[in-house]
T-cell receptor, first 118, second 110 residues
Framework: GAVVSQHPSWVICKSGTSVKIECRSL??????MFWYRQFPKQSLMLMAT?????????EQGVEKDKFLINHASLTLSTLTVTSAHPEDSSFYIC??????????????FGPGTRLTVL | QKEVEQNSGPLSVPEGAIASLNCTYS??????FFWYRQYSGKSPELIMF????GDKEDGRFTAQLNKASQYVSLLIRDSQPSDSATYLC??????????FGAGTRLFVKA
C-alpha cells in the first residue's frame, strides 16, 4: 500500500513556458502533500507543504507566484512551474502523508519528475 | 534552526559486512525518525521508522534510537552491492514538518 504516483516522469520545455506536475496518492487519502526539489548530488529541499482544501505553505525563499500548488482533493496535488527558466531544471518530488496515519508522520514519495528547461 | 546531521560519506564496506549509518538531530521535540534509501536518479524509499528508544529490527536492517543523545543509527547486516545508495535520515515533530538530513552515500564492494 501507500503508493504515490507522479506525472509526467520527465519533461523538457522551452524557457518561458509553464509546466504542470501531478502527484496522486493511489491507495490512500493524503491530507498533506509535500513538494521537494533536488539538484544533482544535493539533498532534498522542501519547497512547500500542501493541505487539502487550503493554501499551500511555502518555505522561505520559494516564490509562491512561480510555483503554484493546488491540492484540490485528498488524492491529488499539482505543482505548476510558471514561466520556467533553465535554473528551474531539477528533480521535483512529491510526497504524501496518509490520512489518519499521522502519528508517525510517515511520508511516501512519488517517483519524481525530472524537469529540463532549455 | 532545526537540523539533522549526517556524514556525507562515501561509506565503503565489503559485501557481507555490516554497514553502520549515523545521524544526529537538534530538535528535542522530534518524536519520529525515519530512514529512507535513495538510488541515483530515483526518489527516496522508506526503509524503516522508529519512535521509541532502543532497537527496531526488520530483516537485515536495524534502526537504533537514543533520544537522550539525540542519535539515530541504521545498521545493515550482510551488506549487498544492491544496498549501494544514499541513505537519508529524517526527524519529525508532532506537527507537519519533517527535517531531512543531507544523506550518507553507501558503497558496498562486491
Amino acid at each position: 500500500g501507500a503508493v504515490v504516483s507522479q506525472h509526467p516522469s520527465w519533461v523538457i520545455c522551452k524557457s518561458g513556458t509553464s509546466v504542470k506536475i501531478e502527484c496522486r496518492s493511489l491507495d490512500f487519502q493524503a491530507t498533506t502533500m509535500f513538494w521537494y526539489r533536488q539538484f544533482p548530488k544535493q539533498s532534498l529541499m522542501l519547497m512547500a507543504t500542501s493541505n487539502e482544501g487550503s493554501k499551500a505553505t511555502y518555505e522561505q525563499g520559494v516564490e509562491k507566484d512561480k510555483f503554484l500548488i493546488n491540492h484540490a482533493s485528498l488524492t491529488l496535488s499539482t505543482l505548476t512551474v510558471t514561466s520556467a527558466h533553465p535554473e528551474d531544471s531539477s528533480f521535483y518530488i512529491c510526497s504524501a502523508r496518509a490520512y489518519l496515519v499521522v502519528k508517525y508522520n510517515e511520508q511516501f514519495f512519488g517517483p519524481g519528475t525530472r524537469l529540463t528547461v532549455l | 534552526q532545526k537540523e539533522v546531521e549526517q556524514n556525507s560519506g562515501p561509506l565503503s564496506v565489503p559485501e557481507g559486512a555490516i554497514a553502520s549509518l549515523n545521524c544526529t538531530y537538534s530538535d528535542r521535540g522530534s518524536q519520529s525518525f525515519f530512514w529512507y534509501r535513495q538510488y541515483s536518479g530515483k526518489s527516496p524509499e522508506l526503509i524503516m521508522f522508529i519512535y521509541s528508544n532502543g532497537d527496531k529490527e526488520d530483516g537485515r536492517f536495524t534502526a537504533q534510537l537514543n533520544k537522550a543523545s539525540q542519535y539515530v543509527s541504521l545498521l545493515i547486516r550482510d551488506s549487498q552491492p544492491s544496498d549501494s545508495a544514499t541513505y537519508l535520515c529524517a526527524a519529525a515533530t508532532g506537527g507537519f514538518k519533517t527535517i531531512f538530513g543531507a544523506g550518507t552515500r553507501l558503497f558496498v564492494k562486491a
